[in-house]
């Protein structure tokens, strides 16, 4: 299979074998179902996160403190897959810590959407 390579030298195929393609397709669609996966259970545990944990430096309502707001407005124009990475790996410099290993890139895509439609953060 022919492939090119950019000046960053990554490599690109060029015109990929049908069955890649449904490989692929098959993959995105178990990737975007896996969010759906976490059970309710689960669901409850993150938000419990998000209340405690996360409140316990962006502010118990989410509106700041040690770390910034989490509010829908404060995080306009910040996308799922940033806000997962800030989770997930924490952000140099600061007080955020990476919650790898504690929670899955699942867990992390979850809470991100939660976080930029807004949550309530009574119990």
Known sequence: MPARYTETGARHLINPHPL??????GLLLLVSHAS??????RQSELLYLLRHDCGA???MSLQGGLGPPLQPDALAGRTVAALQVSILE???GTAMPPWRGILT???ARWLSNRLLQGISVAP
């Open 20 to 25: 890649q393609l449904v490989a692929f397709s």
């Open 36 to 41: 759906a996966e976490i059970t309710a259970a």
């Open 57 to 59: 430096c962006h502010g």
């Open 90 to 92: 924490g952000r140099e």
């Open 105 to 107: 890139e699942e867990d």
